[in-house]
């Protein structure tokens, strides 16, 4: 009976360990390099006029999230600061009240898309420390 118990402990501990891993990883400093938006084949994409104008203006913008292992979460986006609070469930990742899927979570690279959007907005992030 011993014996039970104390494999039940192991195996309880090892599987609390293993879901903190990918949150391990978020811990950090993130700087956004890319936006991409997936529109489905039917739809058109914009005109090289229309583009220009918006390009310019994503091309300014600057976002940085840093996630602390308080499940607290710093953002500066073009100078405008803001705390929140995360949480990480599975590969949903949720940031105050939004809901965003993990795509991607590597040491140095995530990728998430709006969860429950009409179109799959992905932003990729790159570790700076």
């Keep these: 009976m011993r014996i039970l118990i104390i494999l039940a402990l192991i195996f309880g501990i090892n599987s609390c360990t293993a879901q903190s891993k990918?949150?391990?990883?978020?811990?950090?400093?993130?700087?956004?390099?890319?936006?991409?938006?997936?529109?489905?084949?039917?739809?058109e994409p914009l005109t090289e006029n229309d583009s220009k104008s918006k390009?310019?203006?994503?091309?300014?913008?600057?976002?940085?999230?840093?996630f602390n292992k308080d499940?607290?979460?710093?953002?500066?986006?073009?100078?405008?600061?803001?705390?929140?609070?995360?949480?990480?469930?599975?590969?949903?990742?949720?940031?105050?009240?939004?809901?965003?899927?993990?795509?991607?979570?590597?040491?140095?690279?995530?990728?998430y898309k709006v969860k429950d959007h009409l179109f799959d907005k992905q932003y990729e992030f790159k570790k700076i420390e």
Excluded: C, H
């Design 22 to 43: 990918p949150e391990k990883k978020l811990i950090g400093k993130w700087i956004l390099i890319a936006e991409t938006d997936s529109f489905p084949d039917d739809i």
């Design 55 to 66: 390009s310019d203006s994503k091309s300014k913008l600057k976002l940085t999230l840093t």
């Design 71 to 111: 499940k607290t979460i710093f953002i500066n986006q073009t100078g405008d600061e803001y705390n929140s609070t995360y949480m990480l469930t599975d590969s949903i990742l949720t940031i105050g009240n939004r809901e965003y899927i993990i795509v991607k979570n590597e040491k140095e690279k995530l990728i």
